[in-house]
């Protein structure tokens, strides 16, 4: 399954952005799907996180701030950011993942895009 992000940008501090991951085949069955993200220098992080059995998770540092959500019928997964930080900035990245849900796990990945907020 190919996985491709869009929605990206350069924003101020405060500012939003809706970040969408379309499928090309059926992720409806995987362990999770998920939004990670990379700064240079840093280890991949779970930004936010769906798991098969609907359980939500997100980092603390996005909690209150972010939203994860995804549409079956559209096979896409949203990342909808608020209150962006100059700290958020990062390479985002969707993730279809088969038996975990780490930086690291084995499944579907994207290219990311790149998020950018300035102060």
């Known amino acids: 399954v190919q996985l491709a992000e869009s929605g990206g940008g350069s924003v101020q501090a405060g500012g939003s952005l809706r970040l969408s991951c379309v499928a090309s085949g059926y992720i409806d069955g995987r362990y999770c799907v998920a939004w990670f993200r990379q700064a240079p220098g840093s280890e991949r992080e779970a930004v936010a996180r769906?798991?098969?059995?609907?359980?939500?998770t997100y980092a603390d540092a996005v909690k209150g701030r972010f939203t994860i959500s995804r549409d079956n019928a559209k096979s896409t997964l949203y990342l909808q950011m608020n209150s962006l930080k100059p700290e958020d900035t990062a390479m985002y990245y969707c993730a279809a993942l088969s038996t975990s849900c780490t930086g690291r796990s084995a499944g579907d990945w994207g290219q990311g895009t790149q998020v950018t907020v300035s102060s």
């Open positions: 769906i798991f098969l059995n609907g359980r939500t």
